[in-house]
């Protein structure tokens, strides 16, 4: 099973809020994601770290999003200004990286509503 | 540009059937490719993945999967399913543009009736 920990586990948000969550990638896992999965199943990738550093990262995550892996801590997005769109189920993974072949390890995800 | 796509988005058996879960992939290259199941109010559990050698690969849970080059796809299957099985099944693959970024087909949902 997976100890990928996101918290919390259900975040309510006003349109233009701000919308913050955490993740603990799995212990000895550099590599982090975050992906978008709406109600339609759609997922979409939005930025991935290794250690500390940004790898890569979609233009929505540029614009509106940020997030961060700082070392010793929990990694997290955060959305700046939050609209209906962004509700959603928010997956972090970790993996330990090395190739396309890499098995990413899921968290249970941030449920966002957006009212 | 690469996708993939999952034909059914709903699937009903029942418990002791076999169980075939359809998946097929575009992509221009050797695909790396996943199934993934989502449990309700749970993350994406790997499944089973394939990325060269057999075609048929195992995975956990008595699931296998048969890549096939000719056709695109990479179908899921499992002899005899059990009702704990019902949940969501995604297909998924790797490209080259980020390494480890997973483009997902749209899920199928499995429900198993006793």
């Known amino acids: 099973n997976s100890k990928v920990i996101q918290t919390p586990r259900y975040l309510v948000k006003g349109q233009g809020q701000k919308a913050k969550m955490r993740c603990i990638p799995e212990?000895?896992?550099?590599?982090v994601f975050w992906y978008q999965q709406n109600k339609n199943n759609e997922f979409k990738f939005l930025i991935n770290f290794q250690n500390q550093e940004v790898l890569q990262q979609i233009d929505m995550t540029e614009k509106r999003f940020s997030a961060e892996c700082p070392s010793n801590s929990p990694c997290s997005l955060e959305i700046q200004s939050s609209e209906a769109g962004d509700s959603a189920l928010y997956l972090c993974a970790s993996s330990l990286g090395g190739g396309r072949a890499e098995t990413l390890y899921f968290g249970s995800g941030t449920r966002l509503t957006v009212l | 540009a690469q996708s993939v796509t999952q034909p059914d988005a709903r699937v009903t058996v029942s418990e002791g059937a076999s169980l075939q879960l359809r998946c097929k992939y575009s992509?221009?290259?050797?695909?790396?490719l996943f199934w993934y199941v989502q449990y309700p109010r749970q993350g994406l559990q790997l499944l089973l993945k394939y990325y060269s050698g057999d075609p048929v690969v195992q995975g956990v849970n008595s699931f296998e999967a048969e890549f096939s080059k000719s056709n695109s796809s990479f179908h899921l299957q499992k002899a005899s399913v059990h009702w704990s099985d019902s949940a969501v099944y995604f297909c998924?693959?790797?490209?080259?543009?980020?390494?480890?970024?997973?483009?997902f087909g749209r899920g199928t949902r499995l429900q198993v009736y006793a």
């Open positions: 992509y221009s290259a050797t695909p790396y």
């Open positions: 998924a693959l790797t490209g080259t543009q980020v390494v480890g970024q997973l483009t």
């Open positions: 212990k000895g896992h550099p590599v």
